[in-house]
């Protein structure tokens, strides 16, 4: 009788670790299985596909600003010096 409620414990205890695991990670399990669903897809191209954020060729600045609103700014403030050490 101790073996099987022993058995019964053991198992018990790796579905919740499971079930937390499953929670604590969902989103990165979650990209994970669509990646795998992708691949594993005989119709998908990922030429076709449409990048939602295909942040490789991002400008770094998306919204430029004029160089003259540099040099008209009176809210700039003298450089202060920092001390490394």
Do not use: F, H
């Not at 414990?9 to 994970?32: M, N, Q, R, S, Y």
């Amino acid at each position: 009788m101790g073996a099987v409620t022993t058995a019964v414990v053991a198992l018990a205890g790796l579905i919740l670790g499971w079930i937390t695991i499953e929670i604590a990670c969902k989103p990165c399990l979650d990209k994970g299985r669509q990646a795998i669903d992708r691949n594993l897809n005989p119709d998908y191209d990922p030429d076709d596909a449409e990048e939602i954020n295909n942040n490789i060729r991002a400008p770094l600045n998306p919204n430029p600003s004029d160089d003259s609103d540099l040099t008209t700014s009176t809210t700039t403030s003298p450089p202060t010096a920092v001390k490394a050490v």
